[in-house]
């Protein structure tokens, strides 16, 4: 397979074009055994507060969301679910939400070092703060940050984002890697007026900062959103951006979105052979985890240990080894 080693922008839109991709994910394959081995890292998401002061236009969090029902976690809850989870086999917690100010960098603090208690990673996604307020919570023992550049193209962050700018994300971005965290970036496939172009930019800066993880999936439109009637991203081209993070940074750790149907074993291009190596489950509590709505999504209960099992069982089933 001809890949340059440092491809550039040209390259990368019109590799993403290619009529036929085997090849492609092939290599990315291949790069993911050798750099990466054979695991599927298992993660627990905790999403616990869906307040949010930002207008994200496609998000059902935005702050204009009036038919939204707001919730927020009590410390104690987020810690016991943390510990259930550690409980159940898992070595990673992400705790998510929304910019929720009521959750300030003191208070995460103080349930970061609870959670820490066990010898368990923790990632944070709650969006912008300050270089102070990162930096205290990797004083509390954080080791990962998960913040998305969403896109790379100025025009089309500016015309989501009535509430922040690309430059800003991306200087959270550099900021979390300086303060050393484990830095995690990521897109949204088929926004509207993006193009083969616009992924390879997005490409380009996972690279450029370097991202030491990157989620990339399909934007899904929900209905109390500005963009409700948009239609939702490739699963196609969702996977190519994959496959094609994967060949750029190979030891990045890719997880494979929720929103994929990622695990159907009798589907020979599933996400884990196109470069993935994560996966995340969302161990909310059913209450909440329904009206953590950033997209429709059909949720059943939520049961910690029990789904921890089915999803390992179903990764053996693709032959690889849940961890
Ligand atoms: N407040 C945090 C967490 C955001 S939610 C932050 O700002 O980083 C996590 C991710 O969900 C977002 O980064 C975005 O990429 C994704 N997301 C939001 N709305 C979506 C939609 N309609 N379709 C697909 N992904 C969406």
Known sequence: MGIPVKPDIDVLASLLEQPDFSQIYALADKIRETHKGNQVQIRAILEFSNHCRRRCRYCGLNAENRRLTRFRMEPEEMIHAAHEAYRAGYRTIVLQSGEDPFYTPERLGEMIREIKKDPIAVTVSCGEMSANAYAHLRACGADRYLIKHETADDQLYASLHPCGTLENRVACLRELKQLGYETGSGFMIGLPGQSARTIAQDLL???????????????????????????????????????????????????????????????????????????MRKITPTRYKRLYEIYPANLGDTDILAQRQELEQQIRALGREPV
């Open 205 to 279: 800066l996972l690279r450029e900062i370097p991202c030491d993880m990157a989620g990339i999936g399909p934007f899904i439109p929900h209905p109390d959103t500005a963009l409700k009637d948009l239609p939702a991203g490739s699963i196609e081209t969702t996977k190519r951006a994959v496959a094609l993070a994967r060949i750029l940074l190979p030891d990045c750790n890719l997880p494979a979105t929720t929103s994929l149907g990622v695990l159907n074993p009798e589907e020979k291009n599933h996400i884990f052979s196109c470069g993935a190596n994560v996966v």
